[in-house]
């Protein structure tokens, strides 16, 4: 198995473009729509397929944005075989959310063993920051526990990581503003692949 390595690339993507997903976000949030949203207690998760309904613009940028993602995970971690975008998601955390520790596609069960989650076929995780900790909300802070790393979000930044247990991390709890974020799913598996009309 290869050594773990959390891929971080910054100015992924840029303000303007976060603003303006930000507020596609927001416009879809206050739409009322219930299917491919999910209103939590304290986080609100929209399909990135449901962008186009907040305008083409947005949709364009979802839509490049998850396979720039691709294309840079493919290329950071040397993959040769095909990947595909498995789903993409965006969310806004606010005020006592966070998540807490896990992998994206083990789980660690009462007896101490890992087995697959509810998600096995995830293979690789990257997620776009749309604003940034200490500007726009405290707290939102990634760690990975087993590789001691804490990732501060940034405005545009790309983080990227594989998604077995060697990446367990957790989002610690927002103590002020929102968190906005893009979350994009890569797998192996073509028939997980995720559905997008252009």
């Given at each position: 198995?290869?050594?773990?390595?959390?891929?971080?690339?910054?100015?992924?993507?840029?303000?303007?473009?976060?603003?303006?997903l930000i507020g596609a976000f927001d416009k879809l949030a206050k739409s009322g729509r219930m299917d491919g949203m999910r209103h939590l207690a304290n986080r609100t998760e929209i399909l990135a397929t449901l962008m186009r309904e907040a305008g083409d613009e947005a949709f364009r940028l979802?839509?490049?944005?998850?396979?720039?993602i691709l294309e840079k995970i493919r290329s950071r971690f040397g993959m040769q075989s095909p990947l595909y975008v498995e789903s993409t998601l965006l969310s806004a955390m606010h005020l006592g959310d966070?998540?807490?520790?896990?992998?994206?596609?083990?789980?660690?069960?009462?007896?101490?063993?890992w087995v697959p989650n509810?998600?096995?076929y995830r293979d690789y995780t990257g997620l776009i920051y749309l604003n940034s900790m200490d500007h726009d909300f405290s707290g939102g802070l990634l760690?990975?526990?087993e590789l001691n790393v804490a990732i501060m979000p940034i405005t545009g930044r790309l983080v990227a990581f594989e998604c077995d247990r060697r990446y367990r991390h957790e989002v610690t709890p927002v103590i002020a503003g929102t968190r906005y974020s893009?979350?994009?799913?890569?797998?192996s598996s073509l028939p997980k692949q995720e559905r997008w009309e252009h």
């Open positions: 198995m290869e050594p773990a390595q959390v891929v971080i690339a910054d100015k992924f993507l840029s303000q303007e473009h976060c603003r303006l979802v839509d490049a944005t998850r396979l720039r966070r998540h807490t520790l896990h992998a994206d596609r083990e789980l660690l069960s009462e007896d101490g063993s509810h998600t096995p760690r990975f526990s893009l979350s994009c799913w890569l797998t």
